[in-house]
DNA sequence: TAGTGGTCTAGACCACACT
DNA sequence: GTGTGGTCTAGACCACTAT
């Protein structure tokens, strides 16, 4: 707050600090538009930017003709940044590509794509190290299509949504995450480095065009001491 | 889109579907705010609004001095929603108190409630439900105050954040989530109704206040084939 | 009917980015 | 300097909620 901020701005600032510190309380009715437009000596316009703030980060509910209320931040909604996909702390991860190939049978991902039987599907398998340590396998799986070559350099690093991103003709508009867990097989143990029916946490990504197509999918397992998730309740940030 | 929207929003539901479309690909510049007030015969003000909605959606950018620039959808972005406590399918869980007692000594948990070493914790113990099997082994960790009963109809049912809103006299503003994977212990199978050393999920909640100081912390222990954590990008949003 | 927020205008001046 | 977005005004009319 040390550089001179809008007015908009402080308005909503001193609402949060009386939501914040519990003068204002939930479900209370904050001052109407016009009244807080006096209080601060600025038009209605301008009192509405505030006001949109405040709307944004969740901390009040608007109702036409009624007047706007606090509402506390939704705590039970959190925010997984997946991009720095958190390891233990909060490193970086190195790519290296195991394998890339062509899919022709019905396997079961594959199936999920909706593609006909006959349909080319790509299966790229990684393994993602931290500190020189082996932590997940990644299978993408992706639709061929030709005329879309696959560079190995974006292979080797690109996470998931920007592998399809570059590599189908449709925009990914939407990405759906499960997280689950499961015991390793005798195969990933080896490539993780440790040993069989170890418990992992598996991270299943589908990514969809605007039209619901499912145009890649993705499927993590991860070692149990080397890769956690975080995440946080983003509202309530002004 | 059937009712008649304003202006500012067609505005924005129209670069949207350039951009969804690929017509408007990642980096190119929108038109200015003038160019779209001239076409589509309104001020400014109102194209401002609707290029609020498209920043809000995360669909576009806009440098100050420079325009407004495509940027498609952040998919590395994922929002759980945790209230509906997802279980493996989508239905609600039946919560069972197990025991609420207070914690004297320095357990781990109590400890990172910031307390001094004589305060007392309460720590709150249930068992979750989803079609009358165990699913989940819930811990709450809160400090005690005085003149602020624990009600037993809250116990059994209120999610965490609600139970610290209601219970402490901070206002929650914050919550961190970590998941991870562990394996069962033999006292956890018994409550599970299962054998030990099957793996889990693990999450872990931490609630704080403005001031960054933790209310409380909740720890699920979850069983592997009755819960998974489902997670969707929030942006693109119209 | 009175009070509220929702939409919109037609300007203004400013700060920042380019060239 | 020109072009861009950022802030702000002083109104207007509308739609919805309450009484």
Redesign the pocket.
């Given at each position: 707050m040390r550089k001179l901020?809008?007015?908009?701005?402080r308005l909503a600032y001193d609402i949060k600090l009386d939501i914040e510190s519990g003068k204002l309380k939930e479900g209370d009715?904050?001052?109407?538009?016009?009244?807080l437009?006096e209080m601060y000596?600025?038009?209605?316009?301008?009192?509405?930017?505030g006001?949109a703030l405040l709307t944004e980060a969740g901390l009040i509910e608007?109702?036409?003709?009624?007047?706007?209320f606090v509402r506390l931040p939704k705590l039970n909604q959190l925010v997984i940044n997946f991009h720095n996909a958190s390891s233990t702390d909060g490193e970086q991860f190195r790519y290296k590509l195991l394998s890339a190939k062509m899919v022709y049978d019905n396997h079961s991902y594959a199936q999920q794509l909706g593609l006909a039987p006959d349909d080319k599907v790509i299966l790229l398998r990684s393994l993602l190290y931290k500190d020189d340590l082996p932590s997940a396998i990644e299978e993408k799986y992706m639709r061929y299509l030709r005329g879309k070559p696959l560079l190995e350099t974006q292979l080797e690093y690109a996470a998931f949504p920007e592998v399809i991103a570059k590599h189908q003709d449709s925009v990914p508009v939407r990405n759906e995450m499960v997280i689950s867990v499961d015991v390793l097989s005798l195969e990933q143990a080896n490539l993780l480095e440790t040993e069989p029916f170890q418990p992992v946490m598996v991270i299943t990504q589908v990514i969809y065009s605007k039209d619901d197509v499912p145009l890649g999918i993705s499927r993590m397992v991860c070692h149990k001491d080397r890769f956690q998730l975080n995440a946080t309740s983003y509202l309530g940030r002004l």
């Open positions: 901020m809008p007015m908009y701005y009715m904050i001052p109407t538009e016009e009244q437009g000596g600025i038009s209605r316009m301008t009192v509405r930017q006001i608007t109702l036409k003709g009624k007047g706007s």
